[in-house]
C-alpha cells in the first residue's frame, strides 16, 4: 500500500530546461512534505520542503508546489544542471511523525541532465 | 568530516549469521533513526532513539534490535539473518525544534545475506 507514489521512474532533460518531478499521496492526514536528493553510494540529502497550509515554495532554482484538493506535489527545477542528475524522493508525514522523523517515501524519480 | 557516519559500508554474510552496523554523528542530534531501502527502492523507518529511549519501533521482527551507547551513536544489530534482509540501510539524524522532517542520512550500509 503506498501511500506516497512517484509514478516516473525516470526523467531526461536537457540542460537549461525546466524538471518536473511529479509526487501524489493518498493520505489525507499529510500535513508535510519534503524533498530529498540522493547520489550513487550516498545518503539522501534533504533538499526542499513545505507545509499543508502553503501551496508553494521556492528556495534558489528549486520550487515544490502543493496542490491539496489532488494529493499532488511536484518539484521544479530550472535552469537544470548536469550536477542535479540524481535520483530524487519525494517524502510526506503528519505533522508529529515528521517531527520524529517518521517520513512515508516514494520510491524515487531518476533525473538525468543531460550536458 | 563525516557529519553521519556508518560502518561497514558493504556487508556480505551467510544466512543464520548475526552481524551488526555501526553508526555515529556528531551533529549533536537528539534523536537517530534506522531506515531500511529494500529491493523495490521503498525507504521505510525501522526505529528511532531519543536520549536513550526508542520511540518509534516500526513492525520490525525482533531479529533486529537497536542499541545506543551513548547519544552519538546508534548500532543496529541483527540475528539469524535471513535472505529478506539483504537491503540498504540508512542511519539518519535529526535534532529538537529542527525543520520538521529534515534528516541528515549516513551514507549507507548494504547488506547482502547469501
Known amino acids: 500500500d503506498q501511500q506516497v507514489k512517484q509514478n516516473s521512474p525516470s526523467l531526461s532533460v536537457q540542460e537549461g530546461r525546466i524538471s518536473i518531478l511529479n509526487c501524489d499521496y493518498t493520505?489525507?492526514?499529510?500535513?508535510?512534505f519534503l524533498w530529498y536528493k540522493k547520489y550513487p553510494a550516498e545518503g539522501p540529502t534533504f533538499l526542499i520542503s513545505?507545509?499543508?497550509?502553503?501551496d508553494k515554495n521556492e528556495d534558489g532554482r528549486f520550487t515544490v508546489f502543493l496542490n491539496k484538493s489532488a494529493k499532488h506535489l511536484s518539484l521544479h527545477i530550472v535552469p537544470s544542471q548536469p550536477g542535479d542528475s540524481a535520483v530524487y524522493f519525494c517524502?510526506?508525514?503528519?505533522?508529529?511523525?515528521?517531527?520524529?522523523?517518521?517520513?512515508?517515501f516514494g520510491k524515487g524519480t531518476k533525473l538525468s541532465v543531460k550536458p | 568530516d563525516t557529519a553521519v557516519s556508518q560502518t561497514p559500508k558493504y556487508l556480505v554474510t551467510q544466512m543464520g549469521n548475526d552481524k551488526s552496523i555501526k553508526c555515529e554523528q556528531n551533529?549533536?542530534?537528539?534523536?537517530m533513526y534506522w531506515y531500511k531501502q529494500d529491493s523495490k527502492k521503498f525507504l521505510k523507518i525501522m526505529f528511532s532513539?531519543?536520549?536513550?529511549?526508542?520511540?518509534i519501533n516500526e513492525t520490525v521482527p525482533n531479529r533486529f534490535s537497536p542499541k545506543s551507547p551513548d547519544k552519538a551513536h546508534l548500532n543496529l544489530h541483527i540475528n539469524s539473518l535471513e535472505l529478506g534482509d539483504s537491503a540498504v540501510y540508512f542511519c539518519?539524524?535529526?535534532?529538537?525544534?529542527?525543520?520538521?522532517?529534515?534528516?541528515?542520512f549516513g551514507e549507507g550500509s548494504r547488506l547482502t545475506v547469501l
Open positions: 532513539y531519543n536520549n536513550k529511549e526508542l520511540i
Open positions: 551533529l549533536g542530534h537528539d534523536t
Open positions: 493520505n489525507s492526514m499529510f500535513d508535510y
Open positions: 517524502a510526506a508525514s503528519d505533522g508529529d511523525g515528521g517531527s520524529q522523523g517518521n517520513l512515508i
Open positions: 539518519a539524524t535529526n535534532r529538537a525544534g529542527g525543520p520538521s522532517g529534515e534528516l541528515f
Open positions: 513545505i507545509s499543508s497550509i502553503k
